[in-house]
């Protein structure tokens, strides 16, 4: 009996020296302390630690610098390449962090309003219509088993690229009483189909009882140019269609400059909305290669200034963006790009691609005079904090326009083929 309480009561002072320890300070910065450390070449990382753990490179390597304070660790990078950092408590190891130094990398932050012309991969279906025949009203396509967001590739085995494409299948067929073989693509994957067309009584023409597009066009931001290859990554969230809300599949597009000309002010319930056209020139300073949850990705042709940072800078990884204050470069007017002044309120450090990375509020007050916040058209305006490109910003939150979503710059880098785990250092001009 006497036994039973002695275990009883041992057992409940070291529950609570267990729940004291995890509560102490050198126990819960020992948890912050990253299992593993990327940084690029020339920056510095710096973490607490309490006073007795001392930190020791394990590998005699170079290219990690190692400054040691009584509370911190500060590790500077000085060549890219993989090192190991054990941290020690009275001679015991307790934790070893793996540390990664990437090449120097840099890209040039845009800001400037651009054209969008995508061109899809075949015919999109936006909607049907009832074809007026003389036994009634028909859709030929709905009967057939199309529905609205399908992508007509091809009919009678031949490849189908834009709307003109289509109508001489549509007459021959008609007129010779034939059924057209359709490939359709659809989310859920390919499939054939017999469409006949029917004759449209009042307008003597043969009809499928589609409505089809082949283009989408818009404005939105860039974000950022890659100097070594030319790629780009603008928007910073996918293009879909404004019938099917569906994403638009793209065979190729072009991106041309553009001119904010108005803005219609963002609010509660009610996103803004720049207001631009084309530049008159409709010079084309790029293409569209990719349209993804990330933005649209190409490489141009022509450079582009936005007149504020036109050098290369650097980036941050997701792990590296902090909660604070932070810079966007849009345009609000006409072709000038500014910067206006924003608040981190928070941020994931993510380990896999995602497009909601941060959230972010307008704090300027000129720009929330302007817009009253983020209008649409200002997704793709790069996010700068601490003189490094950190992300995009990608939707405006409806019931506050002032907050909205980032996404981080190190996906939008991935989504255009750049990879910044193995990229060289930018040549001294």
């Given at each position: 009996?006497k036994?039973?309480?002695?275990?009883?009561?041992i057992?409940?002072?070291?529950?609570?020296s267990?729940v004291?320890?995890?509560?102490?300070q050198?126990?819960?910065?020992?948890?912050?302390?990253p299992?593993?450390i990327?940084?690029f070449?020339?920056?510095?990382?710096?973490?607490q630690?309490?006073a007795?753990?001392?930190a020791?490179?394990?590998?005699?390597?170079?290219?990690i610098?190692?400054e040691?304070?009584?509370?911190?660790?500060?590790?500077?990078?000085?060549?890219?390449?993989?090192n190991?950092?054990?941290?020690?408590?009275?001679g015991?190891?307790?934790?070893?962090?793996?540390?990664?130094?990437?090449?120097?990398f840099?890209?040039?932050?845009?800001?400037?309003?651009?054209g969008?012309?995508?061109?899809?991969?075949?015919?999109?279906?936006?909607g049907?219509?009832?074809?007026?025949?003389?036994?009634?009203?028909?859709?030929p396509?709905?009967?057939?088993?199309?529905?609205?967001?399908?992508?007509?590739?091809?009919?009678n085995?031949?490849?189908?690229?834009?709307?003109?494409?289509?109508?001489?299948?549509?007459?021959?067929?008609?007129?010779?009483?034939?059924a057209?073989?359709?490939?359709?693509?659809?989310?859920?994957?390919?499939?054939?189909?017999?469409?006949?067309?029917?004759?449209d009584?009042?307008?003597?023409?043969?009809?499928?009882?589609?409505?089809?597009?082949?283009?989408?066009?818009?404005?939105?931001?860039?974000?950022?140019?890659?100097?070594?290859?030319?790629?780009?990554?603008a928007?910073?969230?996918?293009?879909?269609?404004?019938?099917?809300?569906?994403?638009i599949?793209?065979?190729?597009?072009?991106?041309?400059r553009?001119?904010v000309?108005?803005?219609?002010?963002?609010?509660?319930?009610?996103?803004?909305?720049?207001?631009?056209?084309f530049?008159?020139?409709?010079?084309?300073?790029?293409?569209?290669?990719?349209?993804?949850?990330?933005?649209?990705?190409?490489?141009?042709?022509?450079q582009?200034?936005?007149?504020?940072?036109?050098?290369?800078?650097?980036?941050?990884?997701?792990?590296q963006?902090?909660?604070?204050p932070a810079?966007i470069?849009t345009v609000?007017?006409?072709?000038?790009?500014?910067?206006?002044?924003?608040?981190?309120?928070?941020?994931?450090?993510q380990?896999?691609?995602a497009t909601?990375?941060?959230?972010?509020?307008?704090?300027?007050?000129k720009l929330?005079?302007?817009?009253?916040?983020?209008?649409?058209?200002?997704?793709?305006?790069?996010?700068?904090?601490?003189?490094k490109?950190?992300?995009?910003?990608?939707?405006?939150?409806?019931?506050?326009?002032?907050?909205?979503?980032?996404v981080?710059?190190?996906?939008?880098?991935?989504?255009?083929?750049?990879?910044?785990?193995?990229?060289?250092?930018?040549?001294?001009?």
């Amino acid at each position: 009996m006497k036994s039973e309480i002695i275990r009883k009561i041992i057992g409940g002072i070291l529950l609570v020296s267990l729940v004291s320890i995890i509560f102490l300070q050198p126990f819960q910065q020992y948890l912050n302390i990253p299992k593993s450390i990327t940084i690029f070449e020339g920056q510095k990382f710096t973490f607490q630690k309490a006073a007795p753990v001392s930190a020791a490179l394990v590998s005699h390597k170079t290219n990690i610098s190692l400054e040691q304070k009584k509370n911190s660790v500060s590790l500077k990078a000085v060549e890219n390449g993989k090192n190991e950092l054990l941290l020690e408590y009275a001679g015991i190891p307790i934790k070893m962090v793996d540390v990664q130094v990437l090449k120097d990398f840099r890209v040039i932050p845009g800001g400037q309003s651009i054209g969008v012309k995508l061109n899809t991969v075949g015919v999109l279906v936006v909607g049907h219509h009832l074809v007026n025949t003389l036994a009634g009203k028909k859709s030929p396509g709905e009967m057939a088993g199309i529905r609205v967001g399908d992508i007509i590739t091809e009919i009678n085995g031949n490849k189908i690229e834009k709307m003109t494409d289509v109508a001489p299948y549509v007459q021959e067929a008609g007129q010779n009483g034939q059924a057209l073989n359709m490939m359709i693509s659809r989310e859920s994957g390919k499939f054939t189909t017999k469409l006949t067309p029917l004759k449209d009584k009042g307008e003597n023409t043969y009809k499928l009882g589609l409505y089809i597009r082949d283009s989408a066009a818009g404005i939105g931001t860039m974000t950022f140019i890659h100097p070594q290859s030319k790629k780009y990554g603008a928007l910073g969230h996918v293009i879909s269609d404004m019938d099917t809300k569906k994403p638009i599949v793209v065979e190729d597009g072009e991106i041309v400059r553009s001119t904010v000309t108005s803005i219609e002010k963002g609010s509660n319930g009610d996103p803004g909305e720049k207001l631009a056209r084309f530049s008159s020139d409709r010079e084309i300073v790029g293409n569209i290669q990719k349209n993804s949850p990330f933005g649209i990705f190409g490489e141009i042709n022509k450079q582009i200034k936005n007149g504020i940072l036109d050098k290369p800078i650097p980036i941050a990884l997701s792990n590296q963006v902090k909660e604070g204050p932070a810079k966007i470069l849009t345009v609000v007017n006409d072709d000038r790009v500014e910067e206006f002044d924003i608040e981190i309120v928070s941020t994931i450090p993510q380990k896999f691609p995602a497009t909601k990375g941060m959230v972010i509020k307008i704090t300027d007050p000129k720009l929330l005079e302007k817009t009253g916040g983020i209008v649409q058209g200002m997704s793709g305006s790069p996010i700068i904090q601490d003189g490094k490109l950190v992300g995009a910003v990608t939707h405006v939150f409806v019931n506050d326009p002032t907050s909205g979503y980032g996404v981080h710059i190190e996906w939008m880098l991935h989504e255009a083929g750049i990879n910044i785990y193995d990229t060289p250092k930018e040549k001294a001009s």
